[in-house]
């Protein structure tokens, strides 16, 4: 019963907010008819049937000497249609108003009761006047005033502050609702957990009984058994309760056989002291083993272990490797543009040097000593040639007048070198063959006071790795490029 009301009253509130107007204020309608005259209506928007509302009507000259044969304004009610005559009157009539005049009336007009549902009231305007000092001219217009209804919009807003009233109750009816359904929500569910709960208890008992049958099974199985046993033995009793008078008369012989039996009976006995030697032995080493796989599942399980530790460690080598793949890769086509600069260097020293021997040859040739030829010109001093195993920076480092001092450093197992642009050094071919280096490998540049020592890196990481001591200072690992140049 409850939930029909709540549905009527939704139902009744969503009618009165679809049948509702959209606004309610005071009506007012102008119009202006080239720039001479302004007509203005002052209307309600609504009326209820049966009762009366005040029209104004203004009439307002915008310029001078308008002359006015007449003005007449009609209200006319409209319904079932039909039209009745409200209000027929002249406002003016054989006048002439000035700029800025007004005619400012004040009707009364009263709706009839019994009509049609929502009819209309409609004013009309007749106005004949001068424009311009010429002939009358008449001027017809229609305006919709009012529409009439059984209730104002005052009366509709009241029944729809009711039914928003009811609806803030209904929601609150509502909410209370869904309260209670979120309350018998979590008793469901507390049951249904019991319910989960008495299932498991259920399956767990019916496990048990299962495991009780199965005993039960067996236990059948071993009586039924040992009753075919107790059978065969009580077979066994009547056969042997038959013989015994036999075996009596046999006691003699079988007295004779008694040391024969009793010999077999101590090698059966020491048997049996073997046979619980060995079971013991065997169950010993049963133990040991059990021991030796509980050892083994350890050091498989730190094995385990290991292998993720090394897994972790081979992935970090790779990215180092990747790392220094690129760091080789970008010395390679630095070398690269090295070795260009170096050719361009060259050439532009054996360039300058012909320029000068030109310039010296032309100057002898100019100012020549009396008694004396003209010197020759000087040989301009060519390239040297790359060597097979070393950069062009060599060659361009290794100037003549040198030969003697680089003679006795070889002998000494040291070379002077020149650093090149990108600080670059060039290690000899010799140094390289002697050292067993190849094209790639890595070298570590390291700083001792005043003085820079190179030696391979496979060296110190094994040095590093003889003394446990990981060292964490400046060190830098170059590539050998093309040439075996060393960027610093």
């Keep these: 019963m409850k939930k029909t009301q709540l549905m009527l009253a939704f139902f009744t509130a969503v009618l009165l907010l679809t049948i509702l107007p959209t606004g309610y204020a005071q009506g007012f309608s102008s119009m ?13 928007a609504e009326v209820r049937i049966g009762s009366c509302f005040q029209l104004v009507f203004e009439v307002t ?18 319904h079932d249609s039909t039209s009745t005559t409200l209000l027929d009157k002249v406002i003016a009539s054989d006048t002439t108003l000035k700029k800025d005049k007004d005619i400012f ?76 359904i979120d309350r018998l929500r979590r008793e469901i569910h507390r049951l249904e957990n019991m319910l989960e709960d008495a299932r498991l208890e259920i399956a767990r008992l019916e496990g048990e009984l299962s495991n009780a049958d199965d005993r039960y099974q067996q236990l059948k199985q071993d009586y039924e058994k040992l009753s075919g046993e107790y059978e065969e033995l009580s077979l066994l009793y009547a056969e042997t309760t038959a013989e015994l008078k036999a075996l009596q008369e046999s006691y003699d012989r079988l007295s004779g056989e008694k040391d024969a039996l009793a010999r077999d009976y101590d090698n059966l006995l020491r048997d049996y002291r073997s046979l619980t030697e060995d079971y013991a032995a065997l169950q010993a080493s049963y133990n040991l083993l059990k021991e030796t796989y509980d050892n083994l599942s350890k050091r498989h399980e730190s094995a385990v272990k290991q292998i993720g530790q090394l897994q972790s460690q081979l992935d970090d ?22 070795r260009s600069i170096a050719f361009m260097q060259a050439f532009v020293l054996v360039a300058v040097a012909a320029i000068v021997s030109a310039a010296y040859y032309l100057r002898r040739r100019r100012t020549p000593e009396a008694g004396q030829q003209p010197p020759q010109p000087a040989e301009a001093p060519k390239p040297p040639a790359t060597p097979p195993s070393t950069s062009v920076d060599q060659a361009q480092a290794e100037q003549p007048g040198q030969d003697q001092p680089q003679q006795q450093q070889e002998e000494s197992g040291k070379r002077v070198q020149r650093m ?29 006071e005043d003085y820079v020592v190179i030696r391979p890196f496979h060296e110190t990481r094994q040095r590093q790795q003889e003394s446990g001591a990981r060292e964490d200072g400046d060190e830098a690992s170059n590539t050998l490029g093309p040439g075996h140049g060393l960027a610093s």
Excluded: H
């Design 32 to 44: 202006l008819d080239d720039s001479i005259l302004k007509f203005s209506l002052s209307y309600p």
């Design 61 to 78: 000259a915008l310029k001078d000497n308008v002359g006015i044969d007449e003005i007449r304004l009609t209200v006319i009610f409209v």
């Design 105 to 180: 009336s004040i009707f009364s007009i009263c709706v009839p009761r019994r009509v049609a549902a929502d009819p209309s009231i409609f004013a009309v305007l007749f106005a004949n006047y001068t424009r311009d000092g010429g002939d009358y001219k008449p001027l017809t217009n229609r305006w919709l005033l009012a529409i009439a209804r059984e209730k104002t919009y005052d009366q509709l807003a009241a029944e729809l502050d009711n039914a928003r009233r009811t609806i803030r109750d209904l929601r609150i009816t509502v909410a209370e609702l869904r309260d209670e």
């Design 317 to 338: 080598a790779k990215q180092e490797y990747r790392m220094l793949l690129m760091n080789y890769e970008s010395l390679n086509r630095e070398n690269a543009l090295t």
């Design 420 to 448: 090149l642009s990108g600080r670059r050094v060039t290690v000899p071919s010799d140094f390289v063959s002697r050292l067993g280096l190849r094209e790639g490998d890595q070298l570590l540049v390291e700083v001792k």
